[in-house]
Nanobody
Framework: QDQVSDFGGGSVQAGGSLTVSCIASEYTYRGNCIGWFRQAPGREREAVAAIDTADGSTYYHDSVKGRFAISQDNAKRTVNLQMDSLRPEDTGTYYC????????????????????WGRGTQVAVSS
């Protein structure tokens, strides 16, 4: 059983909106730092946003601040990333990841701090 499973995404024109979602197991959801990373073709994977499910603290890469919103649904053990005002440079494979513990602060931007990974979901933004 996957500890985190990511889904959603799709194709949209620039300026549009999409949502990607992550369902976590009970073990990886509670009191955990759950983040979203993305990898564009030919580029390294980068952190996009993260949330500490223990207290709801959120973290964003500068390039998505004001456009993306990460949220949690405790009843469904789900973390959603709402993406608005999408740009072609947001195109890529989006991965959900869970640290296996909380404390996002100072750690969420580095993929080696995350123990559990989804298989990725595609987001394509056309100009």
């Amino acid at each position: 059983q996957d500890q985190v499973s990511d889904f959603g995404g799709g194709s949209v024109q620039a300026g549009g909106s999409l949502t990607v979602s992550c369902i976590a197991s009970e073990y990886t959801y509670r009191g955990n730092c759950i983040g979203w990373f993305r990898q564009a073709p030919g580029r390294e994977r980068e952190a996009v946003a993260a949330i500490d499910t223990a207290d709801g603290s959120t973290y964003y890469h500068d390039s998505v601040k004001g456009r993306f919103a990460i949220s949690q649904d405790n009843a469904k053990r789900t973390v959603n990333l709402q993406m608005d005002s999408l740009r072609p440079e947001d195109t890529g494979t989006y991965y959900c990841a869970a640290r296996g513990q909380n404390f996002c602060a100072g750690r969420w931007m580095f993929e080696h701090n995350f123990a559990y990974w989804g298989r990725g979901t595609q987001v394509a933004v056309s100009s």
